[in-house]
């Protein structure tokens, strides 16, 4: 089997506060496990659209990792190169949100098995077939390990004439921000399409205004900078072009693993060689879709229901 997109980086499991607003802290009821990481979450979404495509990544050989694997599994992701270590522990995140829409999460990541990429699972065979490689800057920010085994994918792809895509997806839990600036510039200056959010835009190039900071990231080299933008769609950027694609209304439930599911319909759309506007409603379709349901994996849609949104949705203004 042909892999047409691979990704790699943290597996984990996610535990979610069950209401808004009840801070980590406190002693209160929990739901999950939830099979996640932002990597995983986007092959999930990936394969689920009917593409071929693997993962690169570790878990602990425990219930957490059985039930992650089973899930992409599942779904029809290549699992080959995910090992389970009997010494470790599978990577947990525990989140909670609040009602103005921000977040709060404790990781435990870079001691556990999400962290154990070790090089042979960065195996060259396998990633110099590969159309595009998509990373993750969690994964980056996670240990060195891992940075390395992103570095290294990255050689590889680039070498066999693969491209890669990059979503900043900045965790200053993980890591300060002056450290992501540094490990994200390999990436950003070799990759084919960025996707961040305006947050992240702006953090990654030191702009006040999200625009500008999206114009910035151009100069890096990436053809394309996608910019989430919530339930207002995106805004796609490339050196002579600005799109902005509405997004699908849609009642949101949980907005955890949207932009992960965006980036795979992003990716899926490039591979079909669809012209920009075209790739950026498919992927807003696929944002809007995951939203709808509860847990960070449970909202990736099918082909089909993406298919019908696109065909038979009005798009809300912006
Ligand atoms: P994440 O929480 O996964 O880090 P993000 O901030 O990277 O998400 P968002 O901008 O929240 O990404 O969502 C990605 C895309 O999904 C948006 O660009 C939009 O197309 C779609 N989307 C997200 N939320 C909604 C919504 N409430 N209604 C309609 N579409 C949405
Ligand atoms: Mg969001």
Redesign the pocket.
């Known amino acids: 089997m042909r892999l047409q997109v691979v990704s790699l980086g943290e597996l984990l499991v996610e535990i979610m506060r069950e209401k808004v607003d009840q801070p980590l802290g406190v002693a209160g009821t929990f739901v999950g496990p939830f099979a996640s990481g932002a990597p995983a979450i986007f092959i999930d979404a990936v394969a689920r659209l009917g593409v071929n495509c693997g993962f690169i990544g570790t878990v602990g050989e425990d219930d957490f990792g059985r039930l992650i694997v089973e899930r992409l599994e599942r779904d029809g992701v290549d699992t080959t190169y995910i090992r389970s270590l009997s010494d470790y522990t599978t990577g947990v995140a525990f989140v909670t949100y609040f009602s103005d829409g921000s977040r709060k999460f404790i990781y435990h990541l870079s001691k556990a098995a999400s962290g154990k990429i070790d090089k042979d699972q960065v195996d060259s065979d396998y990633l110099s077939k590969v159309k595009y490689l998509h990373l993750m800057g969690s994964s980056l920010s996670i240990n060195e390990e891992c940075r390395k085994a992103c570095y290294e994918a990255v050689r590889i792809v680039k070498e066999a004439g693969g491209k890669i895509s990059f979503d900043p997806?900045l965790r200053p839990e993980l890591l300060g921000i002056e450290k992501i600036r540094e490990i994200s510039e390999p990436i950003l200056s070799s990759c084919e399409v960025v996707l961040p959010?305006g947050e992240e835009a702006k953090m990654l190039a030191g702009t006040k205004d999200a625009e500008d900071a999206c114009q910035k990231l151009l100069e890096y080299g990436p053809e394309t900078v996608a910019l989430?933008?919530?339930?207002k769609?995106?805004w796609i950027f490339t050196a002579k072009d600005k799109i902005e694609v509405a997004?699908?209304?849609?009642k949101?439930i949980d907005?955890?693993?949207?932009?992960?599911c965006?980036d795979a319909g992003f990716v899926v759309g490039l591979l079909r060689e669809w012209p920009l506007e075209k790739v950026a409603r498919f992927?807003?379709a696929v944002?809007?879709l995951?939203?709808t349901k509860k847990g960070p994996m449970e909202g990736a849609p099918t082909l089909e229901e993406v298919e019908r949104m696109v065909r038979t949705r009005r798009w809300s203004g912006g």
């Open positions: 997806n959010s989430k933008r919530g339930e769609g995106s997004s699908f209304p849609v949101e907005p955890t693993g949207a932009g992960d965006f992927a807003n944002g809007a995951a939203v």
